[in-house]
C-alpha cells in the first residue's frame, strides 16, 4: 500500500524530556493527506507524549511540529479545525448525554448549532450509537466511552486525525467499524496518524509503521507483511543491543 | 467564545454539584433566616434563641432580610466557591483537560466561559435567595412590604455580588492545583482566615470579610463602619483572578 498526498503535518527534530527522562528523543515524521500512518511501540515507547506535542498538549524542548507550513505553537485557534484527535481520555463528560457531549464537541469544534445537530445525527449512524443516545456518558461501558471519544474527533470530517490507541477497550465488532471508518477517510483525503500495540490490526490498515523505541524512531514495518510481531520485536532487541534468539 | 458559554452552560445545567448547591441557596437559607427570625420571636431562653437575638437587626421585613443577607454572604461564598472548584477542577479530575487542546476554541475562551457562566449563576441564585424569602414572608404574614424591605432585599442581593466574585481564584488554585480538592482546601481556609483577620481587627480591608461585615454578622454598628471601597475590593479580586485563571488555562501543558 502507498499513499503520497500533500504532508499534513511534519515533525522536525522533536525532543520532550521530563526531568531525566527522555521522553522523546529527536523524532522527524511526516503524516500525508490520504494515507494511515501507523505508530508502534512498546509501553512507554513515547507514541502518546510524541502525540501531546503534535497537538500542543506539551511544549517541545527543540525541534518544531508544523501543521501544513505553521509552527503549531503559532498556530491560529481556528486553523485546529481541520484536527481531530483522541489522545487516551475521550471528551466525555458523565453528566451529558450521548447526544449531548456530541453537541458540545461538534461546538467546540467550530461548527454552529445547524452544522452541529447535523454533524451528531450523523455520526451517530456512521458509529452505530444510536442505541445509547439519550444514556449519560458515566453510565457507559469502555468500549462505548471510546467510541464517544473517536465520534467526537471525527464528527466534523477533519483533514488529519490522530488518535492515541482508538481500539483500546473495542469488541471486535467496534475495531472492524473503527478500522473501516479511518480507511474510509483516508480514502477521502484525510491524513490519519494513529497509535497501537496490535501489529495485526495495524497491518491491515496502515500505508506506514513507524516504529517507535525510548523515545526514537528506530525504523519501518512493511505494512501488510507477515510476522510483523517478529519483525517489530526484533527491530527492538536491536536497538537494546540483544540478541532476538537469546532474548526469545 | 460563543460556543464556548453554551456548552460551559449546558455543563453547569446538568451538573449535580451545581443542582445542590442551587438547592441551599434557594431553600436552606431562606428556610434558616426564616427558623431564625421565628427562634428570636420567641424570646425563649434557649441557647439558639439567645445567639440569634444578637443577629436579628430591626423587626418584620427587615429582619428577616437582613438575616438572609447574612447568611447569603457565607453561602453565597461556600456554594459558589464549591462549583467553581468544581467547574475547573472537573477537568483534570476527569481527564477532558487535554480533550480541550488543539480545538478552533482557544482554552483560554473555555476559562473565561466558565468564569461568565458561573457569575452569572451565582448572581442569579443570590437574586432567587432574596426572592423565596419574600415569599416566605409573605407566606408568614408579614405583611406588604414597605420601602425599608425593599432596602433590606436590595442589602441582601448587593451581599451576593462580592461573594460569588471572591469565589473566583478558587478557578485558578483549581488549574494550578489540578483538581477541585486543592481549590476546595484553599475555600476552607479562606473561611478560617477570614475569622481569623476578622477577630484580629483588621475586618473590612480584607475582602473575604467585608460582605458579612456589611451584612451586619457582627452587629448593626459593625456594619455601618464598612466603606464601598471595602465591598468594592472583591472587584479587583475577580478581574485578577478571572485573568490570572485564564493565562494559567492558556499556557498550562498536559500532564
Redesign the interface.
Known sequence: MSAGGEVLLRVSGVRRSFGPEHAVAGVDLTVRAGEVHALVGLNGAGKTTLM?LM?????PDAGSVRLGEVDVRDLP?????A?G?L??????????TVD?TLY?AA????LDRAEAREAVRAVVDELDLGHWARRRARNLSLGNRQRL?LA?AVLHRPRLL?LDEPSNGLDPAGVLRVRRHLVRAAEAGAGVLVSSHHLDEMARMAHRITVLHRGRVIGALPPGGVDLEQQFLAMVYAAEGLDAEVAR | MRAALEVEALKLRRSGAARIAALVLLLAVPGAAAGFLAAARMRGDSMLAAKVEGLVIGEGWTALLGLVGQLLSVAVLLAVGVVVAWSFGREHVDGTFGALFALPTARRDVALAKTAVLVAWGLVLSVGAVAVTALLGLTLGLGTPGADAAGAAGRAVVVGVPSVLLALPLGWVAGVGRGYLPAIGALLGLVVVTQVVTVLGAGAWFPWAAPGMWSGMGGAELAATVTPVQLLLAVPVGAVATWATAAWWARAEVR
Open positions: 501531546r497537538l500542543g498538549m506539551l511544549r485557534a481556528h486553523a485546529w479545525g484536527v484527535h489522545i487516551e481520555t475521550p471528551f466525555a463528560y458523565g453528566e451529558l449531548e458540545a461546538r467546540l469544534r467550530g471519544g467526537c490522530v
